[in-house]
């Protein structure tokens, strides 16, 4: 369950980054977050790592936290589905902008 968490919150971060391009590359939409308008200053390669490198880090880094012996308690599913909520949510925001263009 967890590793399906963890690819859907990637998928999803990459559906964000590919709709997110679409949009400031046809000059339909702006960044909102400051430090991404900030990381899509940079070449498509550099943009591409920072925002696939990191989400699969972070991924990555919450499975091995769930097997360390002293964070069985805290609920990793929960946090896993709370971060695939937030960027379907992201996600279906700059779907609703695709749709009224």
Same mark, same amino acid.
């Given at each position: 369950?967890?590793?399906?968490l963890a690819?859907?919150c #990637? =998928?999803?971060?990459i559906?964000?980054?590919g =709709?997110t391009?679409y +949009? #400031?590359?046809h000059?339909?939409g702006?960044e /909102?977050n400051?430090?991404?308008?900030?990381?899509l200053?940079y070449?498509l390669p550099?943009?591409?790592?920072y925002k696939?490198?990191?989400?699969?880090s +972070?991924?990555?880094?919450i *499975? &091995?936290l769930?097997h360390q012996?002293?964070l069985?308690? #805290?609920? &990793?599913? /929960?946090?896993?589905v *709370?971060?695939?909520?937030?960027?379907?949510g992201?996600c *279906?925001f700059?779907?609703t902008?695709?749709?009224?263009?």
């Amino acid at each position: 369950m967890k590793l399906k968490l963890a690819i859907a919150c #990637v =998928l999803l971060n990459i559906l964000d980054i590919g =709709l997110t391009l679409y +949009f #400031v590359g046809h000059a339909i939409g702006t960044e /909102l977050n400051p430090i991404m308008a900030h990381v899509l200053t940079y070449p498509l390669p550099v943009v591409l790592a920072y925002k696939i490198f990191l989400p699969v880090s +972070f991924m990555a880094t919450i *499975l &091995w936290l769930n097997h360390q012996p002293t964070l069985q308690r #805290v609920n &990793w599913n /929960l946090i896993l589905v *709370l971060l695939v909520v937030a960027e379907s949510g992201i996600c *279906l925001f700059n779907l609703t902008g695709l749709i009224v263009v």
